[in-house]
């Protein structure tokens, strides 16, 4: 099947050289872009979607950590219209406008259709499941208030820098970069399991019950297949 035409948008954004720096620490071979590089649009395509790696500290705690495929949240959370084809289109000669990644000339044609709601943010300021680092500002359409979004994908190795240009998406999801997994056993949310069978959050002797009904133990973590709950 061939790939849609966010699904090419994305693998673009994820594949773009945003360079190498004297103050970044990626090496020869460290940077995001140079190992998505390696990658072709079908191998984001079949990756898992998310996972939740169980494990236990000291006999005594129960952790679960969180991963998510930036390609697949992207591509469910997110839509292309006429709008954002034509923005995605313009060239991108300067960084002079705002925000960060949008030249002079897109800032003005931006302004012609929408507002921005509130200030840019960047998911490297908090614990976000994604596997790699996105940074962007939410908009709205001035007459329809629809929700949309200017997106950039941190491609380098140091987070202050090696971005890509700001495309421009309609927000399809509710609450859009607020991330919650649900597994065979239990929801995941804010990093608390939630039991399925009663919507309660479970305690530390039910989540080391679980974790050691899995598999996991002081010296052995246990991979989970899972989901993003909203799609």
């Not at 945003?18 to 072709?40: I, L, P, V, Y």
């Not at 991963?67 to 289109?89: E, G, M, P």
């Not at 069978?197 to 080391?208: F, R, S, T």
Request: charged fraction near 25%; hydrophobic fraction near 35%.
């Amino acid at each position: 099947m061939k790939p849609s035409r966010i699904e090419t948008l994305i693998y673009k954004m994820l594949t773009t050289n945003t360079g190498t720096h004297m103050c970044d620490s990626g090496g020869e071979n460290g940077r995001a872009w140079q190992r998505n590089q390696k990658r072709t649009i079908d191998d984001f395509i079949r990756e898992d979607e998310a996972s939740v790696e169980i494990s236990i500290y000291q006999d005594k705690e129960a952790y679960a950590n969180s991963h998510v495929s930036l390609f697949h949240y992207l591509v469910k959370s997110l839509s292309i219209d006429a709008l954002c084809a034509t923005f995605n289109r313009k060239k991108v000669s300067d960084w002079n406008g705002y925000p960060y990644g949008v030249s002079a000339k897109g800032h003005e044609w931006l302004m012609k259709y929408f507002t921005y709601e509130g200030e840019s943010w960047n998911s490297y300021n908090w614990d976000c499941p994604l596997s790699q680092t996105v940074q962007g500002i939410n908009l709205i359409h001035s007459e329809t208030e629809e929700k949309y979004v200017l997106l950039q994908i941190h491609n380098g190795a140091d987070v202050r820098g090696g971005y890509t240009d700001a495309k421009l998406f309609k927000v399809d999801v509710d609450c859009f970069m607020l991330i919650d997994l649900s597994t065979a056993h239990f929801e995941l949310s804010d990093n608390e399991w939630i039991d399925h069978d009663v919507g309660e959050i479970m305690d530390n002797d039910k989540k080391m019950a679980l974790a050691r009904s899995l598999g996991a133990t002081n010296d052995k973590s246990i991979e989970i297949p899972a989901y993003v709950r909203g799609f």
